[in-house]
Nanobody
Framework: QVQLVESGGGLVQAGGSLRLSCAAS????????MGWYRQAPGKQRELVAQ???????NYVDSVKGRFTISRDNAKNTMYLQMNGLKPEDTAVYYC?????????WGQGTQVTVSA
């Protein structure tokens, strides 16, 4: 019954911005920390940013100062604001919510940054 749906990906030029959204249903959203992952072709899936249930955040070094993770518990939605995008940010971005029993994933949204 749990469903995560990402949106907001697209094609942008280097230096541009995108805001990704992850809409969740079927869970008590405010109970869980969650995060954004990304995977480029031929590479391991990478944790990009995470946010705890009380709002503490962590980022991979390569996106610090450029990306901001946030959440709106009233809307059951998590966001990733991406500024100053670089070609190396190109990947499929996934929403993830790890619970005590299982981890849930969205279908992914493609982000492509052109030079």
């Amino acid at each position: 019954q749990v469903q995560l749906v990402e949106s907001g990906g697209g094609l942008v030029q280097a230096g541009g911005s995108l805001r990704l959204s992850c809409a969740a249903s079927g869970i008590i959203f405010r109970f869980y920390g969650m995060g954004w992952y990304r995977q480029a072709p031929g590479k391991q899936r990478e944790l990009v940013a995470q946010i705890s249930r009380v709002g503490s955040t962590n980022y991979v070094d390569s996106v610090k100062g450029r990306f901001t993770i946030s959440r709106d518990n009233a809307k059951n939605t998590m966001y990733l604001q991406m500024n100053g995008l670089k070609p190396e940010d190109t990947a499929v971005y996934y929403c993830n919510i790890p619970t005590g029993s299982t981890a849930y994933w969205g279908q992914g949204t493609q982000v492509t940054v052109s030079a």
